[in-house]
C-alpha cells in the first residue's frame, strides 16, 4: 500500500520557469510533510519542510503548499535553474512514528 | 545540520558472502534508519536501529538477512548477509532529528553495492 502518492514521474522544465510536483498521501495522522533532493551518487538532501498547521512556506525559490483537506502538498520551484536538475522525492511522518514515508520520487530535468 | 560518514562508498561482491556497511554521526542522535534505493527508485526503509535495544524491521525484510548494530548514540552498522544479486541496490543510513525542535532528518552518502 503506497501511503504517499507523488506525480509526475518525470519533469521537463526550460530555465526560468515553474516546476510543480505534487504528492497525496493518505493517512491522517502524518504529520511532517518534507522534501528532498537528490543528485545522482548522492544521499537525498531535506530542501523544505512543511507542517499542517500552514498552507504554504516559501524558502528562496521554493515553495510548498499544504491543503490539508484534499490531503495533498506539493513543491513549487520558481525560476528553475539547471542546477536544481535532480530527483525530488516528498516524504511524511507523524501519528507517533518518525519514520519517514516516501514518494516514489519525480526526475526534474531543466534544460538550458 | 549533523554529518553522516557512511563506508563503503561501493563494493561489488561475491554472492554468498556478507557486507557490512558503517554509518557514522558526527553528534549523538535518538534514531537511525536503514534504506534500500534500487538504482532510479524511491527509499524503502529496511530497520530503525535504537541505541541499547533490538532493531525494528520493516514488512518483508528479517534480523537474519540484514542484522544491525548500534552500540552507541553515533554508530550503526547493517550487514547484508549470504547475498545474491537480487541484494544489488543503494544502501542508505539516515539519522533522525527532533520532530519537536525540528530538527531534520538527514541521510548518508549511501553505499552501491553490486552483487556478482
Known amino acids: 500500500q503506497q501511503q504517499v502518492k507523488q506525480s509526475p514521474q518525470s519533469l521537463i522544465v526550460q530555465k526560468g520557469g515553474i516546476s510543480i510536483i505534487n504528492c497525496a498521501y493518505e493517512?491522517?495522522?502524518?504529520?511532517?510533510f518534507p522534501w528532498y533532493q537528490q543528485f545522482p551518487g548522492k544521499g537525498p538532501a531535506l530542501l523544505i519542510a512543511i507542517r499542517p498547521d500552514v498552507s504554504e512556506k516559501k524558502e528562496g525559490r521554493f515553495t510548498i503548499s499544504f491543503n490539508k483537506s484534499a490531503k495533498q502538498f506539493s513543491l513549487h520551484i520558481m525560476d528553475s535553474q539547471p542546477g536544481d536538475s535532480a530527483t525530488y522525492f516528498c516524504a511524511a511522518s507523524g501519528g507517533g512514528s518518525e519514520k519517514l514515508v516516501f514518494g516514489k520520487g519525480t526526475k526534474l530535468t531543466v534544460n538550458p | 545540520s549533523a554529518v553522516i560518514s557512511q563506508k563503503p562508498s561501493r563494493d561489488i561482491c561475491q554472492r554468498g558472502t556478507s557486507l557490512t556497511i558503517q554509518c557514522q554521526v558526527d553528534?549523538?542522535?535518538?534514531?537511525m534508519f536503514w534504506y534500500r534505493q534500487q538504482p532510479g527508485q524511491s527509499l524503502t526503509l529496511i530497520a530503525t536501529?535504537?541505541?541499547?535495544?533490538?532493531?525494528?524491521?520493516e514488512s518483508g525484510f528479517v534480523i537474519d538477512k540484514f542484522p544491525i548494530s548500534r552500540p552507541n548514540l553515533t554508530f550503526s552498522t547493517l550487514t547484508v548477509s549470504n547475498m545474491s544479486p537480487e541484494d544489488s541496490s543503494i544502501y542508505l543510513c539516515?539519522?533522525?532529528?527532533?520532530?519537536?525542535?525540528?530538527?531534520?532528518?538527514?541521510f548518508g552518502q549511501g553505499t552501491r553495492l553490486t552483487v556478482v
Open positions: 493517512n491522517t495522522a502524518f504529520d511532517y
Open positions: 539516515s539519522a533522525d532529528g527532533n520532530r519537536a525542535t525540528n530538527t531534520e532528518a538527514f
Open positions: 553528534s549523538q542522535v535518538t534514531m
Open positions: 536501529a535504537n541505541q541499547g535495544s533490538e532493531a525494528t524491521y
